[in-house]
Nanobody
Framework: QVQLVESGGGLVQAGGSLRLSCAAS????????MGWFRQAPGKEREFVAAVSWSGGITDYRSSVKGRFTISRDNAKNTVYLQMNSLKPEDTAVYYC???????????????????WGQGTQVTVSS
């Protein structure tokens, strides 16, 4: 099990950028596949992006592809989500998710697996 703490959320105007961070505890971070999910008010939690343990394989939901970039720094036990060209529909609580040795593509198939952070609010104004 790994403990996750997200940060970097906030209020931004449409077209702006934010960088979310997720700091993980434990010495086995490099063995975890990491992902980001989000949940808007009144909606189910949805997959946003995932990255393999090495950072070499990534996956994105179609609506964020080309605007968001997921990355990780295993030396710092941290995963990032760089969000550019933000839109009001990106407004949500963003959650970090960790799954040991999972395939990247598993994240878009199941959103109730693994360890979760407490979430960070992202609000995009029009």
């Amino acid at each position: 099990q790994v403990q996750l703490v997200e940060s970097g959320g906030g209020l931004v105007q449409a077209g702006g950028s934010l960088r979310l961070s997720c700091a993980a505890s434990g010495r086995t971070f490099a063995t975890y596949t990491m992902g980001w999910f989000r949940q808007a008010p009144g909606k189910e939690r949805e997959f946003v992006a995932a990255v393999s343990w090495s950072g070499g394989i990534t996956d994105y939901r179609s609506s964020v592809k080309g605007r968001f970039t997921i990355s990780r720094d295993n030396a710092k036990n941290t995963v990032y989500l760089q969000m550019n060209s933000l839109k009001p529909e990106d407004t949500a609580v963003y959650y970090c998710n960790a799954r040991p040795r999972a395939a990247v593509l598993q994240f878009r198939l199941a959103n109730e697996v693994g360890d979760w952070g407490q979430g960070t609010q992202v609000t995009v104004s029009s």
